[in-house]
């Protein structure tokens, strides 16, 4: 059984910094895993994304704010988000999927098929 869980959301203001976290089951595949957010009236898109070789993808909205690592004997994956701005408000969620892949359709969601329920992120 596949659990993701997210912690960490809040409310800041523009120009804070928030970090994110998902506690993935040992069962979690690894291939890629990946941080997506939901605005209100917006589709779901994809922020960041590891996969189990350390390399990390990024959307073009969040280079060079965002970071995400892995902590695999923690089984946690995290999302530093510095330099936050109004536009990030949003539904912050993890996902995972055995065929999911790092490198095309990442963004999308394509091929993960386990997902958080999310955490909010408000920016001020």
């Known amino acids: 059984h596949v659990q993701l869980v997210e912690s960490g959301g809040g409310s800041v203001e523009a120009g804070g910094s928030l970090e994110l976290s998902c506690s993935f089951s040992?069962?979690?595949?690894?291939?890629?895993m990946g941080w997506f957010r939901q605005a209100p009236g917006n589709e779901r898109e994809g922020v960041a994304a590891r996969d189990r070789l350390g390399t990390n993808t990024y959307a073009d909205s969040v280079k060079g704010r965002f970071s995400i690592s892995r902590d695999n004997a923690k089984g946690t994956l995290y999302l530093q988000m510095d330099s936050l701005e109004p536009e990030d408000t949003a539904m912050y969620s993890c996902?995972?999927?055995?065929?999911?892949?790092?490198?095309?359709?990442?963004?999308?969601?394509?091929?993960?098929?386990?997902w958080g329920r999310g955490t909010q992120v408000t920016v001020s």
């Open positions: 996902a995972a999927g055995h065929y999911a892949s790092c490198d095309v359709g990442w963004s999308i969601g394509t091929g993960f098929e386990y």
């Open positions: 040992k069962t979690a595949p690894s291939i890629c």
